[in-house]
């Protein structure tokens, strides 16, 4: 991480424990676990790696705590929304917002503007095509799209449906689903002028089996939701689009934000590395055994997400997914810290070395 | 150096971003880094598939392919990497061998399967289809004496998703070639080999590229392979026949449960059948599915167990190049180790014994030339409840049971194959007409005998092409 980016970080580290550990603005959790603990949080946390002193964050917090236990003294009183996490099946991880969605898009839109502006020119309409309900993204995309002075349209797709017909082997009503997502969204890119879509890659591949979706009309893809491979970038920018719109894949969560790739080049081998919205949000690649420690650049790793924002704080979480550390995106626009590379989920390669019996 | 694989888009090699590098059992540098499809790009592929490329080629055109092909795969250097990466045939018994576990031995019997599938293609339709007019199947339309006979393709594509363990088995979709159906194979994962090479020497003899396809893949993209080609063959565990079992537009093979039958007619001479038994429980490794792995009489189980014990006792791990090597090596240790483990835990439940384990003087599970092997076994079960009574492993492994042969039919559950070794007329007749087995062999036929104009595991031709009804009349014009 460059010299201002780290101190700019243990500079929002003491901003935000100062806020999360206040009596007038602490978030009723951290000064419950303040009081317990005995630690002068405050004065003994100065920088990043002071967080260590803090308990690692565990999801079933989010899931068990009531929401009462999370609203900040200092957001008492004022409207928020409630967001939970894409796939889940049963009670989903649950975190409040009131602002950080907007922040972590309007950044977003920046970012658009810096590396693909012709890709998602301002004044254009998008097509959201994935899920909405209680998720942060259906509100996000629509900001996106508002600030960048267009609209937004919906297909909704339920994952939770998704997974539990999975479950079940019932891949013949999945199927019969994603035609009616599917179906719809090619209606509307029919009838609207849609510039910008976003898409999971799953669902924009099934757009693109039903329908050339550089000729409806498409530029820019932002592309997430799921893990993707440098070779499912490649297909979906050579094949599905045909090289005539830009894909932008992103890592996200409720829980983060949205950590934007640095550009993907079929000269870099669609090599494929995000870089969270520091300082709101810090990943790190851990040593999976003992997560104390980061590994080397290029060696695999689990990500830990830590969110710091007065909304929301969340201290080295062990996600469920493993990375490759990389370097930072240095230069202009780029982003001055270490990146996480090729995300997949932690058990992905023992699911491919399974072997089949005869 | 390793060679880089890569997939066939119905034809079209294409170099993925994706790579399985395919490791020797014995360790050392990746043999191969094969390419791996996503599967949105195997879906793409099938949405844009085409018959039709077929269809300038009659079935005596298509004999003459596979024959040539035959000699090609035998003999040739064949492409399977980038354009400057070959693989001679020695290579490839080489290769497959130490991905596989099969010694050379076995990996050269597979290769005359193989080559004898190619070379008798014509006579193998024609036990297939019953010997019709190939006009039926060229056109659509032929006939049989005066009748009128018409056949329709069910699919644009027959999709294979394939074992790593047993090569042999490609020999089961290779009539879809001269049949006129394009074949989408999903390869094992350590055994790209022998699908590739089949190809490869498919295009060399003249068979159209665009109706090969070769994608390794994983799960998913071989759950596309399966589901999206309008029929498919699989090859999994009890958990994937399952997975599939209610879809008929895919035939699944998994575990055999072959069986041998002694007849009590013969059962006093049942040491000059000694030879077909151990042949059915021993030949190709015991791997294939139609290796017995049940013997049942109705008389004599201990001394018959003990006698096959004493035989399958001098099969011993050798290594992969000696001649005489009989056994296959299990090229991940783990499922050596789970398999042994697992037979020896249903050992403590009692009503069986291992007889082989007194035979042989040493452990089931061995290791020669640092890799793992299971040595043949044979359980004798006095309970036919007890679980090793009617499983199924990857090894010579046959249980011995006894039973009145009234009982038999009704015991004897799913049976790939059964040989009734009898010449007893009512014996035989019982097991004509029970609904469990699949191929009957009446006399002393071991069960992994396979004869060619015989259907395995259903008939693939029924499998691809549907009857219909047809009549065709010139029409009178202007009178």
Known sequence: MSDEASDILDEHVRQIIAWHFSPDTGTPFWLEWARQSKLDVVSEINCFSDLKKLPRFEDVWLRKLGHDKWIPHGYRGQPFKVFETGGTTGMPKQRLSWEDHLVDYTEFSRMLDDHYADAFPHGSNWLMLGPTGPRR?????????????GACYFIDLDPRWVK???????????????????????????????????????????LGEKINVSDSGIKGVFCGGTSMTPQVIRFLVEEILG???????????????????????????????????????????????????????????????????????????????????????????????????????????????????? | MAITVPLLRMG??????????????????????VSQANPGLIRRDLGQLQRSVLQAFSLANLFDICRQAAVH?????????????????????????????????????????ICYVLSNM?????????????????????????????????????????????????????????????VVIKPGRDEPWTPLRIIRALIAAGYPSQALGYYPTDHEGADVIATMCGRSILFGDDLTMARYAENSDIQVHGAGHSKCILGPDVIDHWGEFLDVLESSITDN???SCINASCIIVSRHADKIADGLARRLAH?????????????????????????????????????????????????????????????????????????????????????????????????????????????????????????????????????????????????????????????????????
């Open chain 1, 243 to 358: 090289n005539r719109a830009a894909l932008v894949p992103t890592y996200g969560n409720t829980l983060m934000g949205l950590a934007v790739a640095k550009p993907v080049a079929a000269e870099a081998d669609y090599a494929l590395t995000y870089y969270a919205p520091q300082p709101r949000a810090v990943l790190r690649v851990v040593d999976t055994e003992n997560p104390d420690h980061t590994v080397r650049y290029d060696q695999w790793g689990r990500i830990e997400l830590t969110t710091l924002t007065r909304e929301f704080l969340m201290p080295r979480f062990l996600e469920r997914d493993e990375a490759v550390r990389r370097h930072p995106w240095m230069g202009e626009s780029g982003c001055p810290w270490d990146g996480v590379g090729e995300v997949r989920p932690l058990d992905a390669q023992q699911q491919m070395t399974v072997e089949g019996v005869y």
């Open chain 1, 137 to 149: 993204l259906r509100l996000s995309i629509e900001h996106l799209a508002n600030i960048r002075g």
């Open chain 2, 315 to 479: 099969i011993q791990p050798r290594s992969a190049d000696d001649s005489r090597a009989q056994l296959a090596a299990f090229t991940n240790a783990k499922i050596a180790d789970t398999i042994d483990r697992s037979i020896d835990r249903c050992l403590e439940t009692s009503g069986a014994t291992d007889v082989t384990a007194l035979a042989r003087r040493s452990a089931r599970k061995v290791c020669c030339d640092n890799l793992n092997y299971l040595q043949p076994t044979i359980i004798r079960c006095h309970s036919l409840d007890h679980p090793l009574a009617n499983t199924e492993y990857m090894f010579p492994f046959a249980s011995v049971v006894e039973m009145p042969i009234e009982k038999m039919t009704q015991w004897i559950g799913p049976t790939l194959v059964a040989t009734v070794v009898t010449n007893d007329k009512p014996v035989a007749d019982r097991f004509l007409h029970c609904p469990h087995i699949d191929r009957l062999n009446i006399g002393a036929i071991p069960t992994s005998h396979v004869d060619w104009n015989q259907p395995h595991e259903g008939n693939l031709f029924d499998f691809l092409y549907r009857r219909r009804a047809i009549r065709h009349q010139m029409v009178s014009i202007g009178t």
């Open chain 2, 122 to 182: 014509a006579q193998i339709v024609d036990g297939l289809t019953r010997g019709i007019d190939h006009r039926a199947i060229e056109a659509g339309m032929g006939t049989k004496g005066d009748i009128p006979l018409g056949y329709l393709p069910t699919t644009d594509a027959l999709g294979v998703v394939l074992p790593s363990n047993s090569p042999g088995v490609n020999s089961i979709w290779l009539p879809a070639i001269a049949l006129k159906i394009p």
């Open chain 1, 164 to 206: 539990s017909e999975l479950s079940q082997r019932r891949s013949g009503q999945v199927k019969q689903y994603m035609n009616h997502v599917i179906d719809q969204a090619a209606q509307l890119l029919c009838h609207r002028n849609i510039a910008c879509l976003f898409s999971t890659p799953r669902l924009l591949e099934a």
């Open chain 2, 73 to 113: 795969f035998r003999e040739d250097n064949l492409p399977i990497g980038n354009e400057s990466q070959g693989q001679s045939p020695r290579q490839y018994i080489e290769m497959l061998s130490a991905t596989s576990g099969l010694p050379h031995t076995l990996c050269h019997s597979n290769v005359n399967k």
């Open chain 2, 12 to 33: 079209k090699p294409y170099e993925s971003l994706a790579t399985a590098d395919v490791i020797s059992a014995h360790g050392g540098e990746p043999l191969a880094m």
């Open chain 2, 285 to 287: 490794g015991g791997r």
